[in-house]
């Protein structure tokens, strides 16, 4: 008989339409250290916790309404980031794979979805010693696009590639200043994707450019994370109010965007994408 845990998961693009999903509460969110150049542009200021708290509530209640199974996680103290669930993990195909979190604020936080997957029942390969994390990877049917980043590294992804024979996995190197490769570059549709120019290696762009409309991002918007969007399927796409250029692109392009307002959360350096972990989209 089939081992049916195998196709509990099923992501095989970043479009499809999203059933189940992975968050946490930002309970415990603060900057103790900055790790990216937007905490260090909030570090006095810090995080309204509670503002946080009830944004990611209004996220969690959007999914919900758009007809998506919302997982939640239980928020630790010592994990100030863990509302970042893109991180910790990523779905390709079937196959559900753990992170090994490279920086040290952020190790351990893979252990709280490791729990989940072990209580579902749910098969994963356990990336340890691997430096990869979600917010890097992208996923377009049998093409997996991986962010050469401070937290992917080339090793990994070599790695990654002979798990996944039957894909085509190619590096995308970028720019050290931006944390994930998802703070530059956004899939949104077998046609379209988002990008902040000049940031990635011009070979590469014009790979991503030959396969896609590449939507262009202001520095502006760059800087409240307009590239980190989350489509939800059949054209929906999540963004911030903010984002006006962003959002007015968009709807020029056909797709229906779902303002919500999570300004506080992107304080710490990561808007719809980084908050998110997909499961299953079909």
Known sequence: MENLDYIKCSCKSEYDTLK?????????MTIKEPINEIQKRFLEENIDTKLAQQQHKDLVNTLKENDVEVILLTPRKDFPEQVFTRD????????????????????????????YLEKAQITYTN?????????DVFIDQNTIYVGVSNRTNVNAISHLQSLLPTFDVIEVPFTDKYLHL???????????????????????????SSRYNLIEVTEEEQATLGTNVLSI??????????????????????????????????????????????????
């Open 88 to 115: 910790i993990g990523f779905v390709l195909g079937h196959q559900v794979f753990a992170a090994d979190m490279a920086h040290d604020v952020r190790k351990g936080e893979e252990t709280s979805f490791i729990d």
């Open 127 to 135: 990336l340890i010693g691997d430096k990869i994390e979600g917010g």
């Open 182 to 208: 998802d703070c530059v570059f956004n899939i949104l549709s077998p046609e379209d994707a988002l990008i902040f120019p000049n940031e990635i290696e011009k070979n590469k762009v014009e790979l991503l």
């Open 20 to 28: 189940k999903v992975v968050l946490c509460s930002p309970e415990f």
């Open 233 to 282: 399927g059949e054209k929906r796409v999540l963004s911030l109010p903010i984002n006006k250029g962003v959002n007015q692109k968009l709807r020029e392009r056909g797709f229906h965007v779902i303002e919500v307002d999570i300004t506080e959360i992107i304080k710490s350096g990561g808007a719809f994408r980084c908050c998110t972990l997909p499961l299953i989209r079909e």
